[in-house]
């Protein structure tokens, strides 16, 4: 934003990797990895806005000398609601990878490294749902919404994910598999991970951490899947009145676990996450002439659950203790997705009666904030539910044990010669 808070470029995307390990490798000859991975808690990787600004200082030089203010979406809305400055709270402020998260305050070290004041950095909100703003007249004409309507702060979308689905207490686990994909485990310690990988985040308002990794591409590489390939299936569906990913997932299940052999690393954007790498690319491998359309299908689900294995296998290796997985997002809409979920991390799966659970964290904060719930303990309690659940079959063990295999060893066989 410039000093007349008027947007100087459009918003660079989370999915964004300009820069990559370009800019990682600069940051890192004026910090150690490991001292900015103590400092933020979030591995040198490719989602991070750090080396989007590094990005944009050394190739949008003019735009970054008329900015006044560095935003993410919510400070920016915000401040259209009605509220008098620009605030952000604790776990959004650490995407920026910029947070200094055990004493949730902005990195003077960091900032000075990227060239970027405090000054233009939003103030950092502690409190959930606090109140900073009234929905002025102009904003209630255009949107329907009441005048004077209390405008809460907010959090993270992956934080209201996690605070919509009770992660709450130590060692509850949240999966989100949607177009993002990441698997969150409460911490009430701000942990590290030996082998550095695992992004240590806020947990906004609650008091404690969430460790994580996320998937650039989870449900994104499934949708990519249906406009790329499904044309039959979008024309059936249309005459039907169905959804497309219903033929798909019925294609899907005609075909055993392991593809038949065929495998499908879903790095369309790049390798994020237990596994960091911005040159890594989505491929299919072992087909043959009698592989079919729905092992390919198969083979595109079961790598997005392969990846999200990953997460999982490095919270563990880093001494974290799963007891089940909370799933949300679109991949908990399918029965046969959650199933395959459960058998590939032989973790149960448990589902929540709320489909939405990222606004209903939202909702949550909004709720603490006007005093419907006297704290997110509460609103969690009151508010929260789990349904139904899915047990890992053992005798799909051996099949998927050796389908990741290969999709570990495919990853690691091209790493550095085609990525």
Known sequence: ?????????????????????????KLCKEIPRKEFYRITGDPLGLLFSVTKLMWLNENEPENMKRCAHVLDQQDYFLRLFGADGYYTDTATASRNGMLDIDNLCWSEELHKIVGLPLSKRSEIIKEPGKI??????????????????????????????????GGIKDGTAVMVMGTF????????????????????????GIGNYTIEACSNTCASSYRWYRDTFGDFEKLKAAENGRDPYDLINEQIATVPPGSNGVTFLNYLQGASGAKINDRARATFLGMTIGTTKADMARAVMEGICFEMNDIIKAEQAA???????????????????????????????????????????????????????????????????LTSSYAPDPE????????????????????????
């Open 1 to 25: 934003m410039d000093k007349d808070d008027n947007l100087i470029r459009p918003f660079v995307s989370w999915q964004d990797i300009r820069g990559g390990n370009a800019m990682i490798d």
């Open 132 to 165: 900073l703003a009234r929905v002025p007249k102009h904003i209630a004409e255009q949107t329907g919404l009441k005048e004077g309507t209390p405008v809460c702060l907010c959090s993270f979308d992956q934080n209201c994910n996690t605070f919509g689905s």
């Open 181 to 204: 994909g990441s698997c969150f485990v409460v911490s009430d310690k701000s942990v590290r991970d030996p082998q550095g990988v695992l992004v240590v985040k806020p947990n906004q």
């Open 319 to 385: 001494g974290i203790q799963l007891n089940g997985i909370r799933l949300t997002g679109g991949a908990a809409k399918s029965p046969l997705w959650c199933q395959m979920l459960s058998d590939i991390t032989k973790q149960p799966i448990y589902l929540l009666k709320s489909g939405e659970t990222g606004c209903l964290g939202a909702a949550l904060y909004a709720g603490v904030g006007v005093g419907v719930y006297q704290n997110c303990a509460d609103a969690s309690d009151r508010a929260v539910q």
């Open 396 to 419: 799909t063990f051996d099949a998927y044990d050796k389908a990741y295999q290969r999709f570990d060893d495919i990853y690691n066989a091209l790493d550095g010669t085609i990525f």
